[in-house]
Antibody, heavy 117, light 110 residues
Framework: QVQLQESGPGLVKPSETLSLTCSVS?????????WGWIRQPPGKGLEYIGI???????YYSPSLESRVSISVDTFKNQFSLKVNSVTAADTAVYYC??????????WGPGTPVTVSS | QSALTQPPSASGSPGQSVTFSCTGT?????????VSWYQHHPGKVPKLMIY???KRPSGVPDRFSGSKSGNTASLTVSGLQPEDEADYFC??????????FGAGTKVTVL
């Protein structure tokens, strides 16, 4: 069974960098598929952040690509998200998930991140 | 691109059917047959219910069905059951490995 689990600080100060990791179990990242991040600000809908392939190829949401980066660690079977220069608008529940063709078939439970001083 | 538009709520009695929409544009919902739907019980992992407009993953009851017309996709839940009470959100492929999501519809079983 494919399982994903997000981890990282739940509180980040404004202007700093938000860093999250998604640990994958039950499936090897090197076996293919894209892996990505989505977030949901309080009271709002889901927002696509970006995806990465095992090779390291990345694609980002046009609205966030200047501040985000996604990387993969195939040895640890993990992938990570960094969001630079965060503001209160980056406060959200962050989800990692696997992309199968064009649907997100396995998700992590989500991790809340608050941007506040 | 803008988020997909979903009604904030929908409801029905047990055994009834409920249908709700997901409206995008000619650049996402209208252009590709890559619309997916997810069920999300608060505090739990989102679950894929429909992919490629109308296909069900293994294990999803056939009470759940999807369709699309133009720039609008729809999800129908037939024979509503108490466990169907959840948030449902849609997602559409928008080209060049880009995706757009809806804000979600909260389904209440009366």
């Amino acid at each position: 069974q494919v399982q994903l689990q997000e981890s990282g600080p739940g509180l980040v100060k404004p202007s700093e960098t938000l860093s999250l990791t998604c640990s994958v179990s039950g499936f090897s990242i090197t076996s293919g598929y894209y892996w990505g991040w989505i977030r949901q600000p309080p009271g709002k809908g889901l927002e696509y952040i970006g995806i990465i392939y095992q090779s390291g190829n990345t694609y980002y949401s046009p609205s966030l690509e200047s501040r985000v980066s996604i990387s993969v660690d195939t040895f640890k079977n993990q992938f990570s998200l960094k969001v630079n220069s965060v503001t209160a608008a980056d406060t959200a529940v962050y989800y990692c998930a696997r992309v199968h063709v064009a649907e997100w078939d396995y998700w992590g439970p989500g991790t809340p991140v608050t941007v506040s001083s | 691109q803008s988020a997909l538009t979903q009604p904030p709520s929908a409801s029905g009695s047990p055994g009834q059917s409920v249908t709700f929409s997901c409206t995008g544009t000619s650049s996402d919902v209208g252009k590709y047959d890559y619309v997916s739907w997810y069920q999300h019980h608060p505090g739990k992992v989102p679950k894929l219910m429909i992919y490629e407009v109308n296909k069900r993953p293994s294990g999803v009851p056939d009470r759940f069905s999807g369709s699309k017309s133009g720039n609008t996709a729809s999800l129908t839940v037939s024979g509503l059951q108490p466990e169907d009470e959840a948030d449902y959100f849609c997602c559409a492929y928008a080209g060049v490995n880009n995706y757009v999501f809806g804000a979600g519809t909260k389904v209440t079983v009366l």
